[in-house]
């Protein structure tokens, strides 16, 4: 059985705290100031310690009011994102929602589930946006953004949605023509088409058929976003590295090979970011659980 607790008093002290006097809580909350200072005497005694010190200029918080009200706060805020889902539970996703992604993973993997998404949902006015650089000014447009690069904004909400590899790709047609390649001295006789502005620029370590080893490239061509480096790839012009939702993807998987296929360069994450107070909207949240399905091959929640 719960012990009897007299919450009342709780949100009185809280109020005093915040307000810097009881006062300032009196006129916060609507009540009168003996109503406040009663209740607070009470929970003081119910606790058998001092919250609060009193003197003739001020009242501060006591050492174990300090701590008294951390911890209530923080329970409050639990309270209040319990609530909030709770509300927010098996709502139907309705009015706007801006979703941003990178440029290729955007295209590949998140434009089919945001159509499937906008045919499940019709009340819900999509905008969808890709771009691999977004400038400061225009951070705080969008709803959700999945990314794989990440964000440096703290103040962002990110949650991992899935992860995928990368391995050494080359076209099918340049690859007979070549004729086998066994080992990584092969590849020093294929030009490698570069990231201008990804991770690998000093080489990328590879792992998987053997100890694992750094492997170092100058880049015949330095391309960005990454579509043209697969177009470039495709074209004939060399080999990169690339990561499986490209390689896999049914519009190119026909016309690409892996080289070395027992290595695999360094893997990356599926991030999806929210601003704290849009988190729980039901669109947001729903669309997050529907990029999760994408990426792990599930089928969408009913």
């Not at 406040?36 to 200029?57: G, M, P």
């Not at 539970?89 to 309705?94: C, E, F, S, T």
């Not at 590879?206 to 495709?234: A, D, K, Q, Y």
Request: glycine share 8%.
């Amino acid at each position: 059985m719960r012990k009897k607790i007299n919450f009342n008093g709780i949100t009185y002290f809280i109020a005093v705290i915040e307000a810097g006097s009881i006062s300032g809580a009196a006129r916060a909350l609507g009540v009168s100031k003996s109503v406040i200072s009663k209740a607070v005497i009470e929970l003081e005694a119910a606790l058998q310690t001092d919250l609060l010190l009193r003197t003739s200029k001020q009242l501060l918080p006591t050492k174990a009011g300090e701590v008294f009200y951390r911890r209530c706060t923080s329970g409050i805020e639990a309270i209040e994102t319990a609530f909030l889902d709770t509300q927010n539970h098996g709502a139907i996703p309705q009015g706007a929602l801006h979703i941003l992604a990178n440029a290729a993973y955007g295209r590949y993997v998140v434009l089919p589930v945001v159509h499937a998404f906008a045919a499940r949902y019709p009340s819900c006015q999509i905008r969808f946006s890709l771009s691999d650089d977004v400038p400061e000014a225009q951070m705080t447009w969008f709803d959700v953004a999945i990314r794989t690069r990440p964000f440096d904004d703290p103040s962002l909400h990110v949650r991992r949605v899935g992860s995928f590899q990368r391995h050494l790709v080359i076209s099918r047609d340049y690859a007979d023509r070549l004729g086998p390649i066994t080992s990584f001295d092969h590849l020093h006789a294929i030009p490698f088409i570069g990231y201008v502005d990804m991770p690998g620029r000093d080489g990328w370590l590879m792992t998987g058929g053997g100890e694992p080893r750094l492997l170092g490239l100058s880049p015949h061509l330095s391309l960005g976003p990454i579509n043209l480096i697969v177009e470039s790839v495709l074209a004939g012009q060399g080999y990169s590295v690339l990561p499986d939702f490209l390689y896999d993807h049914p519009s190119v998987s026909p016309r690409l090979q892996k080289l070395l296929p027992e290595w695999s360069a360094e893997p990356g994450d599926v991030l999806a970011y929210t601003y704290p107070a849009r988190q729980r909207s039901a669109s947001v949240r729903l669309f997050i659980d529907w990029m999760i399905c994408a990426v792990q091959g599930l089928p969408f929640p009913a």
